[in-house]
Nanobody
């Protein structure tokens, strides 16, 4: 079993910054992609940013130039630095990881419990 624990959410004024962290623990042989998704009230969950084990990144158009995803493979941790935050960034942010629990095991996908980010105008 794999657990993803997120931290770093909170309340911030528009234009401010927050840094989210997500640490994976448990039965982990390797982790391929790690990413951040968000879900605002009444909306579907959407991809924010993703990073592969080799450091290749991809961002939603709405956050390009403002958010930066990074990871520490030694710590099985992914980060999301969010700058120039806007009220429309308000959502619950979820961490996701593609994990190979054991060497000859198929990859599995895990989610964190979510962390609230609220941006006031």
């Amino acid at each position: 079993q794999v657990q993803l624990v997120e931290s770093g959410g909170g309340l911030v004024q528009a234009g401010g910054s927050l840094r989210l962290s997500c640490a994976a623990s448990g039965s982990i042989f390797s982790i391929n992609a790690m990413g951040w998704y968000r879900q605002a009230p009444g909306k579907q969950r959407e991809l924010v940013a993703v990073i592969t084990s080799g450091g290749v990144t991809n961002y939603a158009d709405s956050v390009k130039g403002r958010f930066t995803i990074s990871r520490d493979n030694a710590k099985n941790t992914v980060y999301l630095q969010m700058n120039s935050l806007k009220p429309e960034d308000t959502a619950v942010y979820y961490c996701n990881a593609e994990v190979k629990p054991y060497r000859y095991w198929a990859n599995e996908y895990y989610w964190g419990q979510g962390t609230q980010v609220t941006v006031s105008s």
